[in-house]
């Protein structure tokens, strides 16, 4: 079985500090790593996914996720954090075996202050 | 292009009523996913259609639970015996075969009193 864990339900960063949002994984094939983010009231959109190939991988918004295998890690990063980015974030694996069906982290959420 | 539409958006229903959640997905896309979304449980999983095969329903929490694909477009997810348990987000997703990533709908708010 897949598991996903973020490690802080609760981040709090300052306008134009980094974000760093820590996600591990568990999966007995090779992972399809994903991070969505969700805005209050609204439904959940992909920021970025790995699926293979190049391991630092490139999203919207700003943000980067590098997929570590030794790690077992996908960790998020944004190098300024803008007031637009307080919302839920959430990790997420999937395998094709699963059907692609999602396994999720228990999210985080990011506060900025000004 | 339209996105993964969801109705209604919000469904207040008494305890034991039977509700009907319906999820419009992305033409194209042969595969559609139900997640439920609440305070304790976090995002999980509730059943997969993909194609003409049979759906994956392993996730569904009790046989109170159903879901079906029409004509494989429109889901409609049923609850039956409404139980405040039930009270949750429920998000619609869908996804191309094989693609790896899923678009979502903005989800049915689902409240039972």
């Known amino acids: 079985a897949q598991s996903v864990t973020q490690l802080g339900s609760h981040v709090s960063v300052s306008e134009g500090a980094l974000v760093l949002l820590r996600c591990n994984y568990s999966s007995s094939v090779p992972p399809y790593l994903f991070w969505y983010v969700q805005y209050p009231n609204q439904g959940l959109q992909l920021l970025l996914k790995y699926t293979t190939g190049a391991t630092l991988v490139k999203g919207i918004n700003g943000f980067e996720a590098e997929f570590k295998k030794s790690e077992t890690s996908f960790h998020l990063t944004k190098p300024s954090a803008h007031m637009s980015d307080a919302a839920e974030y959430f990790c997420?694996?999937?395998?094709?075996?699963?059907?692609?069906?999602?396994?999720f982290g228990g999210g985080t959420r990011v506060l900025v202050k000004p | 292009g339209a996105g993964v539409s969801q109705s209604p958006s919000n469904k207040v229903t008494e305890k034991g009523k039977d509700v009907e959640l319906r999820c419009d997905p992305i033409?194209?896309?042969?595969?559609l996913y139900w997640y439920r979304q609440s305070l304790g449980q976090g995002l999980e999983f509730l059943i997969y259609?993909?194609?003409?095969?049979?759906?994956?329903k392993s996730g569904l929490p009790s046989d109170r639970f159903s879901a079906e694909r029409t004509g494989g477009s429109v889901s409609t997810l049923t609850i039956q015996r409404t139980q405040q348990e039930d009270s949750a987000v429920y998000l619609c997703?869908?996804?191309?075969?094989?693609?790896?990533?899923?678009?979502f709908g903005s989800g049915t708010r689902l409240t039972v009193v």
């Open positions: 033409s194209g896309h042969t595969a």
């Open positions: 259609f993909q194609g003409n095969s049979a759906p994956d």
């Open positions: 997420a694996v999937s395998d094709k075996a699963a059907g692609n069906k999602l396994t």
């Open positions: 997703a869908s996804s191309l075969e094989g693609g790896g990533s899923s678009s």
